[in-house]
Antibody, heavy 118, light 108 residues
Framework: EVKLVESGGGLVQPGGSLRLSCAAS????????MYWLRQVPGKGLEWVSA????????FYADSVKGRFTISRDNSNNTLYLQMNSLRADDTAVYYC???????????WGQGTLVTVSS | EIVLTQSPGTLSLSPGERATLSCRAS???????LAWFQQRPGQPPRLLMY???SRATGIPDRFSGSGSGTDFTLTISRLEPEDFAVYYC?????????FGQGTKVEIK
C-alpha cells in the first residue's frame, strides 16, 4: 500500500523557517517524481514544487522561488521542503504527492498545516 | 499560465441524479494532461480521472470524463451519497501546473 506521511508543520512567525518532511512507503520511492502542493483551508489547490527522479531536476512556483527548496533522500525514502522567509500567505495545508510520470498525481498524503503568524 | 475555470461553482442535486461539471481552459490543453480530483471534507484530494477520460484505479464507472482542447466535462451518472464533495480539474501540460477553483456538489 502506497503511503505518504507529512510532518514538520506548525506555527511560525513571519520571516521564519520550517522544514517539511514526507515519509514514503509501499513503492520504489527513487523511481517516482514527487511534488508539494498546498491548500489554504477552505480554498483551492496550488502547485508549489516538484523534483524529478534525478535530484537535480527541481521546479518551483513563482510564489515560492528563491525561498523554498525541495530535496529528496532516496536512501531513506523521504521528500523534503525547506521553507525560508515565510510569509502570512504561505499559510496552508501542505501535501506531499506522488506522480506516475508522465501521468498524473496519483497518491496524496494527508497533509501538514503550516501557519505563519505573529 | 493556463487558467482553468470550472462551472458551476456549486451544484445542488439529489442522490440518484446526474451531475455534469465543466472545466474550461484559457488555452488548449492536450487531453493527455487533464485530470480530475475529488475532495471530501477533511480529506486530501483523490485522483478520479486522467487523460481526460480514463478512470483511476478503483473509481466506479458512474464517473466519466470527456472533452478536448479547451473544454472538458466530468459526469457522474447517478449520484451516490459519497459523491457529494468538491471536484477540481487540473492541467499538467505546462508549468505552472494549475487547478480550477472547484465545483462543490451538494445535497439538494
Amino acid at each position: 500500500e502506497v503511503k505518504l506521511v507529512e510532518s514538520g508543520g506548525g506555527l511560525v512567525q513571519p520571516g521564519g523557517s520550517l522544514r517539511l518532511s514526507c515519509a514514503a512507503s509501499g513503492f520504489t520511492f527513487s523511481s517516482y517524481a514527487m511534488y508539494w502542493l498546498r491548500q489554504v483551508p477552505g480554498k483551492g489547490l496550488e502547485w508549489v514544487s516538484a523534483i524529478g527522479v534525478s535530484v537535480t531536476a527541481t521546479f518551483y512556483a513563482d510564489s515560492v522561488k528563491g525561498r523554498f527548496t525541495i530535496s529528496r533522500d532516496n536512501s531513506n525514502n523521504t521528500l523534503y521542503l525547506q521553507m525560508n522567509s515565510l510569509r502570512a500567505d504561505d499559510t496552508a495545508v501542505y501535501y506531499c504527492v506522488r506522480r506516475d510520470y508522465p501521468g498524473p498525481l496519483d497518491y496524496w498524503g494527508q497533509g501538514t498545516l503550516v501557519t505563519v503568524s505573529s | 499560465e493556463i487558467v482553468l475555470t470550472q462551472s458551476p461553482g456549486t451544484l445542488s442535486l439529489s442522490p440518484g441524479e446526474r451531475a455534469t461539471l465543466s472545466c474550461r481552459a484559457s488555452q488548449s490543453v492536450s487531453s493527455s494532461y487533464l485530470a480530475w480530483f475529488q475532495q471530501r471534507p477533511g480529506q486530501p484530494p483523490r485522483l478520479l480521472m486522467y487523460s481526460a477520460s480514463s478512470r483511476a484505479t478503483g473509481i466506479p464507472d458512474r464517473f466519466s470524463g470527456s472533452g478536448s482542447g479547451t473544454d472538458f466535462t466530468l459526469t457522474i451518472s447517478r449520484l451516490e451519497p459519497e459523491d457529494f464533495a468538491v471536484y477540481y480539474c487540473q492541467q499538467f501540460e505546462s508549468l505552472p501546473w494549475t487547478f480550477g477553483q472547484g465545483t462543490k456538489v451538494e445535497i439538494k
